[in-house]
């Protein structure tokens, strides 16, 4: 192995498990809504299938590949993976497509919080808590890449903010819809953040992708 595996490498790779299995997720649930129509469309865009680690070591994935350029192709081609299926299932299925798409973000979003929490409906976490979570399980490049920040605006109300999308170009290399996807990622937070703490609203208050200087959303407890 060509460096040393540190925490931070562990909780990146994490966050590439957690994304992949929300596309494993999303393939389940418009195969069971839309059958064979949507077996086809997902086979078609991913003939060999999601992303998917198995039980694999971190160190064995690696090998004698550098640790960075590793993760950082993982998250390359898992952001664009997941654009092409949105992309595709969005063509396929016009009329209910993005809605049926909206769910399955969300509902990812609460599987993950419930498996961080032990199952818990509720488990009544302050916002510390609500954003400590979302730094450890949502994908947002790498830490080097410091595009984000968490600023609290009183006791029940925190700002969090992305000075780049770096999500957009990958979005955009296969001719994804922009809104639609940065739409389902707030879906996965806001599903996320709804089992953490029932009383939690999520507000976009400005969005790169829609011609903004910086990504900026309001969490409230």
Known sequence: MSAFLGPIHYMMFNK???????SREVIDVFKNKFGNDAEETIK?????GPMDFGD??????????????FLQGLINELETA???????LLYRFPDEGREVLKEAFRSHGQKTAREKIGGNTDANLD???????????YL?????DQVSSYNRNGENSMQ???SECLHLAKW??????????????????????????????????????????????????
């Open 160 to 162: 969090v903010n992305h």
């Open 16 to 22: 590439i498990r957690i994304a992949a299995e929300r």
């Open 82 to 88: 997941e654009a092409n299926l949105v992309t595709a």
């Open 56 to 69: 694999t070591p971190l160190d064995e994935l690696i090998g004698n590949n550098p640790i960075h350029q």
């Open 44 to 48: 078609a865009v991913l003939p060999e």
């Open 140 to 144: 947002e490049g790498m830490p080097c």
């Open 172 to 221: 955009e290399s296969v001719g994804a819809p922009v809104d639609v996807m940065c739409e389902l990622l707030d879906e996965w937070v806001s599903g996320s953040a709804s089992v953490l703490n029932s009383g939690v609203s999520l507000e976009r208050t400005s969005a790169i992708v829609k011609g903004a200087d910086s990504c900026s959303c309001t969490i409230k407890i």
């Open 127 to 137: 916002l510390n808590g609500i954003g400590n979570f979302i730094g450890q399980t």
